[in-house]
Structures are given as structure tokens and as C-alpha cells.
């Protein structure tokens, strides 16, 4: 497995500090830099409030690929039915460029009916309407030109200035409870990000999303396995544990999480990512 990140969005936000974690984690052989998002706090979106300090992800992802050279970047999640498709195409063609190719678009479609409707979007299509922008985004960067006739996307004769290093971008979706989400992680998915622990209901998911990825004609390993665990509790045998419960799925990528624990300085998080990596990483 691949072993990456989960960037502290709520306990970490000075740019010298962002640079110094960035840089650090890329140092001690982090593969992947993730983060989540929310534009628009809410109340009923609880921890993700207005009282809460959070970067925005894709200016935060051209920001480390300034400071890096190595590590890719991963959303996980962006809120995709929240944005506008080409827009969000565009700047994830834009970080792919800036950072050499290390690029992958990870998206999902929300769970916050206020969040949305602050974001001027109809809480209620966004699973029809992810699809449309998935297929488009593709598309775009693909191709210098083309016309494009969608429910909610109506383009002529038009294209990105800048065409991404990687043709396409990989797409991760995060999600999968109920059987509509998993059929189109399957059919649509180059990598699902799963979240909690590798427990048995995350082999059925598995199960469902390779059943979904043969009858979409697909391989049934076309779509990729993104594991999580957190760092924040246990030890490193309680890590060795999990990361090897990831491996036993078949997740090919395993991101650590040292967020949400009370650490307020950037060499503590580093600290914890050093341990797994050092007592961890090599008896998986």
C-alpha cells in the first residue's frame, strides 16, 4: 500500500506551517497529501461551523505544490455538486500542471441541505447532477475543443486554456451508504475513499462496488481502495492492526490521520506521522 496524509485543516493553518507539514511529511515518504472542505460553514453542519478555521482546497493545493516536489494531493472530500464543473476542472487541471502531474480530483456529493442551499445549488439533484459534471470534467481534460449538451452544463465549441499533465485527472469518490452511491463509485470511480475502520461492512461496499464496476463492463478491480485510520488513539500496534485490515480489502492506499487530537503544533503532528511511519509502515 501507499501510504499518505490527511492534512490537519482545523489545526494547522499559518502558511509557514502549512509549508513546514507539507514539506515534512514529504520527507518522511508520504505519498499523498489529502483534505476535506466546507465553503460555507453552517450550524447544522457541526464540527464545521462558522467558528471553525479551514483553507480553502484548491488554492491550498497550489500553494503546496510550490513547496513540494514529490507528493500528490487529494481532496477528500470536495463537494463537487456545490461547484461549478468546468471551474472546478480547470483549477484541478491548473494544480496538475503547477505540481508536475500529482493531481487527483476526490469528490463527493454533500450531506448538508443548508451548506448547499447557501451555495445557491438544489440539494436534492446532486447525485443525478455529479454524474453530468464526472463525465464533463473527463472530457475537458481530454480534449483542446468540444461541444457539450447536458441537463446542467450546455457548452459550444469551447475547452480549458490549459490542458492537465494527466488526460484525465484521476476521480476518487468518497460516499457509499446505500446501494445508488456504491453503483456509481463502480461504474464511474477510479478510486473509492472509504472512511471508519476496515470493518465488515466495508466488505460488503467493496463487494458492491466491484459488482457495479463488471456490470458498467469494467474490471472488477477497476476501481482503486482508499483506506483510513487515525493516529490520534492506540498504539503502533493498534495501527499495524488496521493498516493490515486495509491491506487484507485490497486497498491500495492508506491515509493516516493525525487531526481532531489535540495537537496544536505542526512538529506534534509530525511527531505522530514519524511513528507510523518508523513503528508502523514496516511490519504491514
Do not use: C
Request: proline letters at 5%.
Amino acid at each position: 500500500m501507499e501510504y499518505g496524509i490527511a492534512f490537519p485543516s482545523m489545526d494547522i493553518t499559518d502558511p509557514g506551517a502549512i509549508r513546514e507539514f507539507a514539506q515534512g511529511a514529504e520527507a518522511l515518504g508520504y505519498k499523498q497529501l489529502s483534505t476535506l472542505e466546507h465553503t460555507l460553514g453552517v450550524r447544522s453542519s457541526e464540527p464545521y461551523s462558522p467558528d471553525v478555521t479551514m483553507h480553502e482546497p484548491m488554492v491550498l493545493f497550489g500553494f503546496m505544490a510550490a513547496v513540494t516536489k514529490t507528493i500528490r494531493f487529494s481532496n477528500s472530500i470536495l463537494i463537487l455538486p456545490q461547484r461549478q464543473a468546468v471551474l472546478v476542472a480547470r483549477q484541478a487541471a491548473e494544480i496538475d500542471v503547477l505540481s508536475g502531474g500529482r493531481m487527483t480530483l476526490g469528490i463527493g456529493i454533500g450531506s448538508n441541505a443548508d451548506e448547499a442551499a447557501g451555495m445557491g445549488t438544489d440539494y436534492h439533484t446532486r447525485g443525478a447532477r455529479v454524474e453530468e459534471q464526472i463525465e464533463l470534467m473527463r472530457l475537458l481534460w481530454t480534449q483542446r475543443e468540444l461541444s457539450f449538451h447536458g441537463k446542467w452544463h450546455d457548452i459550444v465549441d469551447g475547452g480549458l486554456m490549459l490542458l492537465p499533465v494527466q488526460q484525465p485527472i484521476p476521480v476518487f469518490m468518497g460516499g457509499g451508504h446505500g446501494p445508488k452511491p456504491l453503483e456509481r463509485i463502480g461504474r464511474l470511480a477510479d478510486g473509492w475513499i472509504a472512511l471508519g475502520s476496515a470493518g465488515p461492512n466495508v466488505s460488503t461496499q467493496i463487494v458492491a462496488i466491484k459488482e457495479s464496476s463488471v456490470a458498467a463492463g469494467r474490471d472488477a478491480d477497476a476501481v482503486a481502495i482508499q483506506g483510513r485510520t487515525s493516529l490520534v488513539t492506540g498504539s503502533p500496534e493498534d495501527w499495524i492492526e488496521s493498516a493490515q485490515g486495509w491491506q487484507n480489502l485490497g486497498a491500495s492506499h492508506l491515509v493516516v490521520n493525525t487531526g481532531r487530537g489535540g495537537l496544536t503544533e505542526v512538529g506534534q503532528h509530525l511527531e505522530l506521522a514519524e511513528r507510523f511511519m518508523n513503528d508502523a509502515a514496516p511490519k504491514v
